[in-house]
């Protein structure tokens, strides 16, 4: 289920580019993700426009999504993935935020990237900072999930006057003491994705995978599908576990007496990630740290519980 209804009564932007992708030279891989990235958000009543921005430190082409109205709200979505994965939620926050939801480097229709040599945290920081400079933002919340999440708590801590809230949408990327002893083949030794493979990939992400639609598994398909996405997960899992001995968000807990933004973390009692008291715990080291648990929801928990996830973002914005 899609949300959004209500946002019929404003005026809608076209989702369109306003610049050419560097990337984009007819493929029809390109083609097909635009396409399906389209149909997905007219099935969630995402209204709005894409265009891109050129960060400066590092030099980066980054593909940017914008809708909504009212104060900004930056969302940064999870490890391959796309902006696109946001889709039910923007469509239901649109109409209560000025969203601006890019695709990560190395994801969706940004420049690709190998991360194999990239230092993760800072490029975090650096990009984070220079997205806000060409949005001109100069201070604004930002909502993240997974390594998304990542980028959202060492953005905070490195610039908090510039985030205003920090909301984390499931457990931030490895958030327990321990790497998992599972650590997949790189999808570059696995057999091409198919629509049912994708949909398993689901099942491991949510509490029940029969709640994402037909169009976000078309779109997340054609996403792996995009050249250069393969490179951009596998380099990324590989470099993480090679620079963080100690776990990313784990790593991160000595530093959240420190977190002066206010920040709500929320998990699903059925995130991958690992049992909620990860994310509790992490609440109760920062200062002004909340903790909401998201019952039947997986890691993607705005798949599993749009409205509620919707809810307890909007609430916590809005200070409510």
């Not at 709640?211 to 996405?229: D, F, H, V």
């Amino acid at each position: 289920m899609c949300g959004g209804g209500a946002l019929a009564a404003r005026e809608v932007i076209a989702l369109q580019s306003t610049s050419k992708d560097p990337n984009e030279s007819g493929d029809s891989a390109i083609e097909a993700y635009k396409q399906a990235e389209k149909r997905l958000f007219k099935t969630c009543d995402v209204q709005g426009r894409s265009f891109y921005v050129t960060v400066r430190k590092p030099t980066l082409r980054l593909r940017v999504f914008e809708g909504g109205r009212g104060e900004p709200l930056v969302m940064i979505h999870g490890g391959g993935a796309t902006l696109a994965e946001f889709a039910p939620l923007l469509g239901l926050l649109e109409k209560d935020f000025h969203i601006y939801a890019p695709d990560r480097p190395g994801c969706g229709l940004s420049q690709m990237l190998d991360y194999s040599n990239i230092p993760i945290r800072q490029q975090a920081v650096d990009c984070m900072s220079g997205l806000f400079d060409q949005l001109g933002l100069k201070r604004a919340a930002v909502a993240g999930c997974s390594i998304g999440g990542y980028w959202a708590l060492v953005f905070a801590l490195a610039a908090p006057e510039r985030v205003s809230k920090v909301v984390l949408l499931g457990g931030p990327a490895a958030p327990a003491a321990h790497w998992p002893e599972r650590n997949p083949p790189p999808r570059s030794q696995q057999p091409p994705p198919t629509l049912e493979s994708t949909r398993a990939g689901y099942r491991f992400l949510m509490a029940n995978a029969d709640r994402a639609s037909q169009q976000m598994i078309e779109t997340m398909l054609a996403a792996a599908q995009i050249p250069g996405a393969t490179l951009g997960w596998d380099s990324l899992n590989s470099g993480a576990r090679k620079q963080f001995p100690i776990p990313m968000s784990y790593a991160l807990r000595p530093e959240l007496k420190n977190l002066k933004v206010p920040t709500l973390f929320i998990m699903g009692d059925k995130d991958m990630e690992g049992p909620p008291t990860l994310a509790q715990d992490m609440a109760n080291l920062a200062p002004t740290g909340r903790f909401e648990l998201v019952p039947d929801s997986g890691h993607v928990i705005w798949l599993d519980q749009p409205d509620t996830v919707a809810k307890l973002t909007r609430n916590f914005l809005q200070g409510r």
